[in-house]
Every structure is written in structure tokens, then in C-alpha cells.
């Protein structure tokens, strides 16, 4: 009796997150999809796995590296990850698929265009003829750049050597190898979709001067052919040395799951956001983005996991 009142004791003073993950009904593992090496998501995901495991949501978990939102959704359709961080535009995509639920909102994406200092591009319009990375294949990145271009007026092409007039020549670049061909100039523009600022663009910055074009003007076109799911948000000054606050286009990012996942692991990890949320902030974004309890419902859309509903009305009224 003595042992079971010290128990109750110390279950009070744990955080919930904590005293929900005891007991034997943990899964084994949980796999969590990421994104690429130097990108926001893989950093994110490490540490939502590191979390998952510490707090006991399950034995072990790890975060594996791909391509981005695109694959993650589809590591998910394959069972291959329980958890998943992707894009809110490609979570609506058309065979994203109805076994897809979210867990919640976790942080808002921003979409960098970048461009050499010395290049002479001042906005958008002046891709026109231009050579651009626009995501690697597979990453919410990809999904996202033609859509900016297309609201912009701009064609696309793959013809580097001879983009027709009013059309960019695009390359399926991911961030690192994006970042590369910037700095070789074989490729005059970046698009990437990730945290602020994000690691491997202010080390590039070092190396060479770089400046980042306002995206915002494109909002009305792109709330007007794809709904109100993208955001006008800042950069700040002094994000990246030297290169001014610029405003952009933000995206919801979600943390995603299949609909059969148990309950209990929905639940605790919901918990885990709520209650843990300090432990999930990457250093490369420390003080521009953190979770709330009041972000996490907004999942533009994507519904919910029956049990992460229940766990926010539970927490939250």
C-alpha cells in the first residue's frame, strides 16, 4: 500500500506525457520520415524520435532521411514510417490518400527564393529566362516552386541552353545540391521550403553573398487557385547575415500518421507535443518558430486522428 501511495505521489507531480507512457502497450518501434541532411525537417524529426524514445511512447524510435514532404506521405502509405512531417498542400494532394490523418500542426515552412547578390535579380519576374532549382523530386518543395512560378506568369522548361521568352529553365535540385550549383552559377535561382533561418543557406552565405526575393505578391493568385492554406510571413533581418527582412510564403508544416495507428500512441504523442514542446525546437530555428497548443489544431484542413481530437478536446475544453 505504502509503494502504491509513493506511485501515486510521484504520478502527480510527472508531466502527463510522462505518465501516460507507462505500462506495457508501447510499440516496439516508430519510424519517423524526415527530410534532407541540413534541411528543417530531418533536424525536427531526429529530435521528435529522440523524444518519442525518452519519454517512452515507444522502446526505440528513429528519424530516417528522404527526399521531403512527397516522400514521407508516401513512406507512410507504405508503412514503412508511423509519423511523417510534410507540407499541408501536398498533404490535400489528390492521392495523398484517405488512410492519411494528422496529428498536428507543428510549424510553419518558409519559402526561400534565393539568388547570388551579384546576380541582378530583384523579383520574381526577373527568373524569366533564368535557370532555377526548384526541390528535389519527391520533396514539398517540388509541389510548391511551380505553383509560385505559375501565379508569377512564368512558364517552365527543362532547356537550360534556350528557355523560351516568359519561361524559366528549371532543375530538380534538392537543397544541398541546389545550394552547390548557386555557388558554381550553374543555376541563378534556389527554391527551398523549410525553417528560418535553415543551416545550409547561412553557411552558403558565408561563402558567397546571397539575397532572398519577397514572394509575398503571389498570395492572392495562389489562395485564389489553391484555397487559403498558404500564409504572407517574415523573414527577419539578420536571419541570414547581412540580407534584410524579406516577406514570403509560409506553409503549414504537419506531423502526419496513418489512420490505423493505435490510439494510445496518437494520444501520448499528442501529449508529448503539448507538454514537451521545448524539446522539439531545432537550433538552427531557436527563437522564429515554437510550438503552441493553439497552432497544433490548425491542420489547414487535414483532418484529425479520431484520438489526437480527443486529446486536444481533453486538454483544451
Known sequence: MLKSA???????????????????DRPETLVVAGGEPGGFYLEFS??????????????????VATGGSLDNIAEL????????????DAAVQPGA?????????????????????????????????????VGQPGSGTSLTTPRLLQAAGLGT??????????????????LNDGIAALKAGTVDA????????????????QEVALGLLDLSGLLPELRRRYGGMYDRVLIPEGSYPG???????????????????DNATVERTVQLLVHNAGELIPQSTLGVQFLSAESLINTAGVPLHAAAADAYRTLHG
Open 46 to 63: 531526429t529530435l521528435l524520435a529522440a523524444a518519442l524514445e525518452r519519454h517512452g511512447v515507444a522502446a526505440h524510435a528513429r528519424a
Open 243 to 261: 540580407v534584410p527582412a524579406v516577406w514570403t510564403v509560409g506553409a503549414p508544416n504537419l506531423l502526419l500518421c496513418r489512420r490505423d495507428l
Open 77 to 88: 502509405q507504405a508503412g514503412r514510417a508511423a509519423f511523417a512531417v510534410a507540407l499541408a
Open 157 to 174: 522548361s527543362a532547356d537550360a541552353a534556350a528557355p523560351a521568352a516568359g519561361t524559366a529553365a528549371v532543375e530538380n535540385l534538392g
Open 97 to 133: 490518400g484517405a488512410e492519411i490523418a494528422a496529428i498536428g500542426k507543428v510549424y510553419e515552412n518558409y519559402v526561400h527564393c534565393v539568388v547570388r547578390k551579384d546576380s541582378g535579380i530583384r523579383d520574381i519576374s526577373g527568373l524569366a529566362g533564368r535557370r532555377v532549382a
Open 190 to 205: 534556389l527554391f527551398w521550403s523549410g525553417g528560418v533561418p535553415t543551416a545550409a543557406i547561412a553557411t552558403a552565405q
Open 6 to 24: 509513493l506511485a501515486v505521489g510521484l504520478g502527480a507531480l510527472l508531466p502527463p506525457s510522462l505518465v501516460a507512457c507507462t505500462g506495457g
